[in-house]
């Protein structure tokens, strides 16, 4: 069972995310947040899964609330919210430790399978709008390339080839089979591409790739 935490000051979204969310028999709200430092008490408090975090919140937006909610004993992976309006707060969610993020309109279809998604690991790169979003706001130069390059310059070519795979938003089990490994060995081999770039989760995985130019 997948224990989500959701956090948003729009009292109708709440509730219109929880009713999504546990009409799915593998997901179970446990907590509901107004504010972003309601968020980190009540993860505190229930120890979830998965945060839903709305970026725009009072008294503590869900950027910091990311970063707090990531730096908790027992953290929740996070997939921030969003809204167009928004887009320029998504890449500093992400870097805060957001494991993804889905804009608000997202088809409760692709809610769901985000939960499941990020809960099992993985990230949420995939919708166009996210592909948009992150080229848009993130770029490649400077010093921020250079680190990045160096972060690469530690892992081995096969490690290479499953992190340029996983920077298009792929799964392990998308990556064992273009590669042809086992999905086991593929574990492996992301936690020590994570451990080698000193990043905590795929997603920054992902963005450090595209600094250093793997992918475009």
């Known amino acids: 069972m997948i224990r ?9 979204v709440r509730l219109g995310l929880a009713d999504l969310l546990d009409g799915d028999p593998g997901i179970e709200v446990v907590a509901q947040a107004s504010d972003g430092l309601h968020a980190v008490e009540q993860a505190t408090a229930h120890r979830a899964d998965v945060a839903l975090v709305d970026v725009r919140m009072p008294r503590m937006d869900g950027i910091t609330a990311t970063a707090r909610l990531r730096a908790l004993p027992h953290p929740p992976r996070v997939i921030t919210l969003t809204t167009f309006d928004l887009d320029e707060y998504v890449y500093d969610a992400l870097a805060a430790g957001a494991d993804g993020f889905l804009l608000k309109d997202t088809d409760p279809a692709e809610i769901l399978r985000a939960v499941h998604l990020v809960a099992a690991g993985s990230a949420m790169l995939h919708p166009s709008a996210a592909r948009r979003l992150i080229d848009r706001y993130h770029r490649s130069g400077g010093p921020r390339a250079t ?3 160096a972060g690469l310059d530690r892992l081995t070519p096969r490690e290479r080839d499953v992190l340029a795979l996983l920077a298009q938003g792929e799964t392990n089990a998308d990556i064992a089979a273009r590669l042809g490994m086992r999905e086991s060995t593929v574990k492996a081999h992301v936690s020590r591409v994570l451990a080698a770039l000193e990043v905590t989760n795929r997603v920054q995985a992902a963005l450090l790739a595209r600094d250093a130019g793997l992918t475009t």
Not at 4 to 11: G, H, K, Q, T
């Open 147 to 149: 680190a990045a390059r």
């Open 4 to 12: 989500v935490l959701i956090a948003d000051d729009d009292a109708l």
